[in-house]
């Protein structure tokens, strides 16, 4: 018998699968096909098939189970993918997105040609079907999974250090991968001398550049400034601003509810169009995410709401991008940067919410997305110094006695700091406090001398004083 094409032995495979009701282990996968079979070869084999959508999985690691994809019974439509239609599948690969069962259900359908796809409009149901802290899109387990990837080592620290501490490479990876999902062709290394050194790359257009730039003011307008990093319609309206700025055709749109309608590229669904409906809702929109209490539900809510309304007539995924990080920089967890995300995965998902209000694909590359950008930040974090907790809770008597030591041009020890101690520190802390200020005074130097509200001229003087070099 001749050996089996590539084709013939994946429609076998599916044809073993299929045989299976309940799911087959790759295990048992494994004896049926044989020992001629080798098992890196049957892996890449089940991977093909998921990422065609003809296979769906269920269960995790030695667990996973393989199934025959369902029907599909999305709206109005309820029938098999035939060939034909998987002929239409994006040719962008899948390969860094887990695809769940339900994902690719909605990834067969908005692959298929618009015309053989239903028109939509905008449903307010699938929004007043959602009631923060009540309803999910991340279940409870991946909840919990994504708070234990994001932790940072400054969980316990005033909102936004940990973004403040990695602003550099936030910049550079957040503005890049934002932009390439709009299909901005600057490169990593384009984008990092850009944000760095204001050198613009040769041969690329001006609104390439002028969108990088764009997306480094907003990231510095949320990370520099906590209290800008709040999930509210002036919040909303500032990022649009700055992500919009000299990208628009009108720029009385920028930083505005638009006033006119819109239409989406290759997709069947057509947004709202009426301004003052189109205002309310912006308004529930953004009121309704500011409830929800867990971080990882608020970001995704945004991250889905905020397109499905296309509140402003261009950016609406820029800026549901860059506010999906609001809670990660308030709660100190590792940001969304969008590293490595397929375009035509997210892209994808998106059409899911548009045209069949299903969330389970974009929920995948959601996930995906933070699994990288949490490993992207590991050795950065590996690199940041602990807090010290119990500095950072005296923080305020220590720069409270070491000015008033130096004001009044005292010699740091022991007993002049014990003579100077705040009401504030408890008995329990305050031999601990005294060492505290004494290392303060032995790292003390101009430099840094300006932390305690000290001016040059008060510390030099004190310095002099002391008989200490400059």
């Not at 509810?257 to 057509?270: F, H, K, M, N, P």
């Not at 990882?296 to 609406?316: G, I, S």
């Not at 923080?395 to 409270?400: D, E, V």
Request: charge should be neutral; include cysteine.
């Amino acid at each position: 018998m001749p050996p089996k094409t590539p084709s013939q032995a994946l429609d076998s495979l599916v044809a073993l699968i299929a045989a299976s009701p309940d799911g087959v282990g790759i295990q048992a996968l494994a004896q049926s096909l044989g020992d001629g079979l080798q098992r890196r070869t049957l892996q890449r084999r089940l991977a093909s098939l998921v990422a065609q959508g003809r296979i769906t999985t269920q269960g995790e690691g030695r667990a996973t189970r393989y199934h025959r994809a369902p029907s599909i019974a999305l709206g109005d439509v309820s029938q098999a993918v035939p060939a034909a239609l998987r002929a239409h599948e994006p040719a962008t690969p899948y390969a860094s997105v887990l695809i769940s069962a339900a994902g690719a259900e909605i990834r067969a359908y908005v692959a298929r040609p618009r015309q053989a796809r239903t028109p939509v409009s905008y449903r307010v149901e699938f929004l007043e079907q959602y009631h923060p802290n009540h309803t999910a899109y991340l279940p409870p387990d991946l909840r919990e999974q994504l708070h234990a990837l994001g932790r940072s080592p400054a969980e316990q620290t005033p909102a936004g250090t940990f973004a403040r501490d990695i602003l550099n490479r936030l910049l550079i990876d957040l503005s890049w991968a934002s932009s390439q999902l709009e299909g901005n062709t600057y490169s990593r290394l384009d984008t990092e001398k850009l944000i760095e050194l204001g050198q613009a790359a040769e041969g690329k257009d001006a609104l390439e550049t002028q969108m990088i730039l764009n997306h480094k003011q907003a990231i510095e307008y949320l990370v520099l400034d906590p209290t800008h990093a709040r999930v509210d319609e002036d919040t909303l309206i500032a990022l649009h601003a700055f992500l919009s700025d000299g990208l628009m055709s009108d720029p009385s749109a920028v930083g505005r509810v638009r006033r006119r309608a819109v239409e989406i590229g290759g997709s069947v669904y057509l947004p709202l169009a009426l301004p003052q409906r189109l205002e309310e809702l912006f308004g529930i929109v953004v009121r309704m995410a500011a409830e929800i209490v867990d971080p990882f539900e608020q970001a995704f809510f945004l991250m889905v709401h905020l397109p499905y309304l296309q509140p402003f007539e261009d950016v609406n995924k820029r800026v549901s991008r860059l506010a999906a990080n609001i809670p990660f920089i308030r709660q100190n967890l590792c940001p969304l940067s969008f590293i490595d995300v397929p375009q035509q995965a997210y892209v994808d998902g998106l059409l899911g919410v548009y045209e069949l209000n299903r969330v389970e694909l974009l929920r995948d590359v959601f996930v995906s997305a933070y699994e990288r950008s949490c490993q992207q930040y590991v050795a950065v974090r590996r690199t940041l110094v602990p807090p010290d907790l119990f500095r950072l809770r005296h923080r305020q008597a220590l720069a409270a006695v070491i000015a008033a030591i130096v004001r009044a041009n005292e010699p740091a020890t022991p007993q002049t700091i014990q003579a100077r101690l705040p009401g504030a520190v408890p008995a329990a802390d305050q031999a601990q406090f005294v060492q505290l200020v004494l290392s303060e005074f032995d790292a003390l130097h101009p430099g840094n001398a300006v932390r305690f509200g000290l001016r040059p001229l008060e510390f030099a003087a004190w310095r002099e004083a002391r008989g200490l070099r400059p």
